[in-house]
Structure formats: structure tokens, C-alpha cells
């Protein structure tokens, strides 16, 4: 990594804590809410700009240019569904977004985008996963399963049903990726390339633990933008950043 990438590096995590820093500090509300949702725009949107790099500097033609295409086109759906998301406080007078909303649409479809290019990845390994990654992929599948069930159990019957599809998308969606990416990761592991997919992994955890927490917390009543819990999300994009910065360096190397 070279000194610019560890330099940018240093300032997503610094901006990413100021999120934390200003709840600790009790800072008012509506700037925390409008920070917060700023940092979830600008985060996917950077991450999937150094993944589009990224594809770009492999030759046309090699599986690698459109499985870095995916991710980082998976990551922008995200980032535009945080358009919506934050379009809605602006046009509202500063109340929150509502769960379900348009915005769902967007977090939704980081998933098959980001799932299919893992599977385009793996398959182009054309290596068996070793035992260890696969009970580690079982482990997370279940886990995350009882998780997200607890997490959106109540929001199935409630509401309607565009709130019980965006729920049961959620309950199935996040631990079926989480499972696909360590499938590949373990398949790597011990090599630079595994280092930069064991980054995408620890995303997608924080990620993943970000969106079953906000579910609960909206669910609870007890979420605000500008949470906590928002950091999550905002570091999760930077280790995919990170992974995308990795493997673009690996590659100028061996040119």
C-alpha cells in the first residue's frame, strides 16, 4: 500500500469516528443527523470509485475487470440509495426517514451484485474451499440467520407488505453474502490476493451488523441518524476501499 493509500486510509477512519465523537459529546442532533448521513453518501460512493479503478487496470477480457466492476457497482447502489435516504430529511423538515423507504431499494441491491461477483471470482479460482472456510461459512449462514430473524422478526407482520418483502429480503440476503465471501476468502487464504477478499469480508460483518442493528433499533424506536451505529457502515465501505486499494497496487506491481 503506498503512502497516499495509507494517507486516505487514515482520514476515512479519522471522519469515520467523528460520528462516534459527536454522539459521546452530546453535539446537536440535526448536524450529527446531517454529518452522519453526508459520511453514508461520500463512503460508497469513494469505495466504489477505487473499485472501478481498480477494474479498469485489468485487461479487457480478464474475469477480474468485471468482478470488480460488480462490487464496486453493488457498493454505489448502496450509496445512492443513501441519496434517497437523506433526500427524505431535507424535503421533511429534518424528520426521519421512514423504514421501509425508497432507499431500501438501493441497500437491497448491494447483494446479488456483490454476491455475483464473489461467485464470478470463485469460479474463476477454480480451487476447492478448504473444510475450514466452509464450517466458518456455515457458522455465519446460521448465525446470521438467527440474527436477522430476531432482528426483523416483528417487522414481517407489520405494516404491510413492503415492509415484510424489505424484511425478508434482509433476513436472507445479508448472511447468504457474509457466507459467499468467506467461501472465497478461505480459498485464499495465506496469499496478498486472500489479504485484500479478508478485507471485503470484515466490511460486509460491519455491514451486516450495521443493518440488523438498525433494524432492531428503528423497530424499537429507539434510532436516530447520527447513531453510533452509523460508523458501521462508513468503515465497512472503507475495508472494501481498502481491498479495492490492495489489489490495485498488486497489480501495477506486477506490470
Do not use: H
Request: with cysteine.
Amino acid at each position: 500500500m503506498t503512502l497516499v493509500s495509507l494517507l486516505v486510509v487514515i482520514l476515512w477512519v479519522a471522519f469515520s469516528s467523528l460520528i462516534l465523537i459527536f454522539a459521546a459529546l452530546g453535539i446537536d442532533p440535526v448536524f450529527r443527523l446531517y454529518y452522519s448521513n453526508i459520511m453514508q453518501i461520500i463512503a460508497p460512493v469513494l469505495a466504489a470509485i477505487f473499485c472501478y479503478r481498480t477494474a479498469i487496470n485489468f485487461p479487457v477480457g480478464n474475469p477480474m475487470r468485471k468482478v470488480w466492476g460488480l462490487l464496486g457497482s453493488g457498493v454505489l447502489a448502496w450509496g445512492i440509495g443513501a441519496i434517497l435516504f437523506i433526500s427524505y430529511p431535507l424535503l421533511k423538515n429534518g424528520n426521519e426517514t421512514p423504514y421501509p423507504y425508497l432507499s431500501d431499494i438501493g441497500y437491497l441491491s448491494l447483494v446479488p451484485l456483490v454476491a455475483s461477483a464473489l461467485i464470478l471470482y470463485k469460479s474463476r479460482l477454480g480451487v476447492d474451499t478448504p473444510l475450514w472456510g466452509k464450517i466458518i461459512a456455515v457458522f455465519l449462514l446460521s448465525g446470521g440467520l438467527i440474527i436477522s430473524l430476531l432482528a426483523n422478526w416483528r417487522s414481517l407482520f407489520e405494516q404491510g407488505a413492503f415492509l415484510a418483502i424489505v424484511s425478508f429480503c434482509y433476513i436472507f440476503f445479508d448472511p447468504i453474502l457474509l457466507a459467499i465471501t468467506v467461501l472465497v476468502a478461505s480459498t485464499l487464504y495465506g496469499g496478498s490476493a486472500g489479504t485484500a477478499w479478508w478485507y471485503v469480508l470484515g466490511g460486509l460483518i460491519l455491514y451486516f451488523i450495521g443493518n440488523q442493528s438498525y433494524t432492531y433499533l428503528v423497530m424499537t424506536g429507539q434510532y436516530a441518524s447520527g447513531s453510533p451505529i452509523d460508523t458501521l457502515w462508513v468503515l465497512g465501505f472503507g475495508m472494501i476501499a481498502v481491498a479495492a486499494i490492495i489489489t490495485y497496487s498488486l497489480f501495477k506491481d506486477a506490470d
